[in-house]
């Protein structure tokens, strides 16, 4: 099984940025996909930004051109750079392998809370 440990939130004003970091633990880290979500209360998890073994990325179109994910498979790591936040960027970061139909996630870490409030 693999553990996930995110870290690098905080409170931020508008327009401020922030770098999240992810360490997984495991040997299978460096074959996996992986991605960024995230959760407000009340709502469903959504995926922020996903980057694949051969490092092609992907971002929500809400993020896209602000947020900048990346890989180091060397130190099992994926980070997330945020950029020109926003109050609606506001929520619990997570990372975990991309979703895929009919497989399991990994158990999901407890999060990294990101504030963007003045």
């Known amino acids: 099984q693999v553990h996930l440990v995110e870290s690098g939130g905080g409170l931020v004003q508008p327009g401020g940025s922030l770098r999240l970091s992810c360490a997984a633990s495991g040997s299978i880290f460096s074959i996996n996909d992986m991605a960024w979500y995230r959760q407000v209360p009340g709502k469903t998890r959504e995926l922020v930004a996903s980057?694949?073994?051969?490092?092609?990325?992907l971002y929500a179109d809400s993020v896209k051109g602000r947020f900048t994910i990346s890989r180091d498979n060397a130190k099992n790591t994926v980070s997330l750079q945020m950029n020109s936040l926003k109050p609606e960027d506001t929520a619990v970061y997570y990372c975990?392998?991309?979703?895929?139909?009919?497989?399991?996630?990994?158990?999901w870490g407890q999060g990294t809370q990101v504030t963007v409030s003045s």
């Open positions: 980057i694949t073994v051969s490092e092609r990325t």
């Open positions: 975990n392998r991309m979703i895929v139909l009919g497989r399991d996630m990994w158990a």
